[in-house]
């Protein structure tokens, strides 16, 4: 599946495991490659236990080394401190029910769909190796204190193999990404790409983060002092946590989350460290383990969707993971996914209006000789009378003061008391307000859909 074809239903939710999970001869993914097992992080086949399940494994490593149990204090953490081979494979709706509580204990998620989605996306990296598309994780608000570090802090404690990315280099961020990809996470995103200069200095990392949305999509570098080409692997999960949007070709391969300041009645426990990382360590571990024992069917599952094309693509690993824990997820994931969809549908939507109106406000101004300012009457006549622009039809009863304000809020211009060459004074808008947005939205405005009259 590529991100243009529209999806085809081939085949109902998944059947969830039940029980310990007998071996099965591995069946062709659908890249037409053979599944074969798991590896961990080094390369090195997993023979049923890893690092990450806290059961050894083939490596010989210690797993405490990279997961240390809780000492002291905590008490029992639950089947984490059983005899790992004396009990069954966990259930998934289980893991992702307790994994969807302890994010809500610290996090106030914009919607319940959001904290669905959130929860199925942490599991899904740790199937990576399973899916065709490695879907971004697009944690947005429009101001401080909104929750996005919060919410990427727990996330980071119960992700596959995460890497933090504050301040790398894209060489650095390349080498991280092997054939079994790790989870990176980038907070504070708006300083890489909330500006031009930014955006083009981090043009690189951009590449890579769209190139690493679908599997064998790798770059080369020339590396060594023979100029050898190398191949590097660009596959793998991403979270990026910032204010603002991120630029369109991350946003349109992520799942959006919109965070929002809480309300003065919504309330979260403080994420403390030495308190609650073991408790996130544990639950990550018993995900790891679910996800060994589900990979095969993972690879193989072509679930039905209710989206088609990229973000069908992005949305696709979610819905498998919802489909194999079973219970209420596999119908959550796919309200989660309509409904998170259609909202963006509706911020891209919202966002081409707000871009237009800028630049047919400029043609007002333009067409009645670029006055100091305009009524707030006189500019809506004359966004009104602009030749196929959608102001007339606008809303109920066409653009409105208020509309007109709405959209221009976020450029950063609002209305002011104008005074009249009669020496009256009305609401209105000053040109000089626009001259910032106009310089950076729509510097090349082709003045073609002027009105055939000045405004009277």
């Not at 400029?362 to 006055?371: K, L, Y």
């Not at 609002?414 to 040109?431: C, E, F, H, I, V």
Request: net charge neutral; hydrophobic share 35%; aromatic share 4%.
């Amino acid at each position: 599946m590529t991100g243009t074809e529209p999806v085809t239903a081939t085949t109902g939710p998944v059947t969830p495991p039940t029980g310990p999970v007998s071996p099965v001869t591995p069946p062709a993914d659908r890249t037409g490659s053979p599944v074969t097992p798991p590896a961990d992080r080094t390369g090195s086949p997993v023979t049923g236990t890893d690092d990450l399940t806290g059961q050894g494994g083939p490596t010989g490593r210690d797993p405490a080394a990279c997961h240390p149990k809780p000492t002291g204090g905590g008490g029992p953490t639950g089947p984490d401190d059983l005899d790992p081979e004396a009990v069954s494979p966990p259930s998934g709706a289980e893991l992702l029910d307790h994994l969807r509580g302890l994010i809500a204990r610290y996090v106030a998620a914009p919607s319940p769909e959001a904290l669905d989605a959130v929860t199925l996306w942490v599991t899904a990296t740790h199937l990576q190796t399973a899916f065709q598309h490695a879907p971004r994780l697009a944690i947005v608000g429009p101001a401080k204190r909104c929750g996005k570090s919060r919410l990427l802090d727990v996330i980071t404690e119960t992700v596959h193999h995460p890497v933090i990315t504050i301040n790398a280099t894209p060489a650095a961020v390349f080498r991280s990404i092997t054939e079994q990809p790790p989870t990176l996470l980038v907070d504070e995103a708006d300083t890489l790409f909330g500006s031009v200069k930014a955006l083009e200095r981090n043009e690189e990392l951009r590449g890579l983060l769209n190139a690493g949305h679908q599997r064998n999509r790798p770059t080369l570098r020339v590396t060594g002092s023979d100029h050898t080409v190398k191949s590097f692997p660009t596959f793998a999960m991403a979270a990026l946590a910032g204010i603002g949007d991120l630029p369109d070709t991350i946003m349109d391969r992520a799942v959006v989350v919109r965070m929002r300041r809480r309300a003065p009645g919504e309330h979260v426990t403080p994420f403390r460290t030495g308190r609650d990382v073991p408790d996130l360590h544990a639950l990550r571990r018993r995900i790891a383990a679910w996800a060994i024992a589900v990979r095969t069917q993972a690879a193989a599952a072509e679930p039905e969707l209710p989206v088609e094309d990229r973000a069908a693509d992005t949305w696709e690993p979610l819905v498998i993971v919802a489909d194999l824990a079973g219970g209420r997820w596999p119908q959550a994931a796919r309200a989660a996914c309509t409904a998170m969809t259609r909202a963006e549908q509706q911020a891209e939507a919202d966002a081409s209006e707000s871009a237009r109106i800028l630049a047919d406000c400029r043609a007002v101004f333009a067409a009645n000789s670029n006055p100091v300012g305009m009524t707030t009457d006189q500019l809506l006549h004359g966004l009104r009378s602009l030749e196929e622009s959608p102001w007339t039809g606008y809303g109920h009863s066409g653009l409105t003061a208020r509309d007109l304000g709405a959209l221009l809020r976020p450029y950063g211009i609002a209305s002011t008391n104008l005074r009249l060459p009669d020496g009256s004074q009305r609401k209105g808008y000053a040109r000089s307000r626009f001259a910032d947005a106009w310089q950076r939205y729509c510097p090349d405005l082709q003045q073609a859909r002027l009105p055939v009259e000045p405004v009277g």
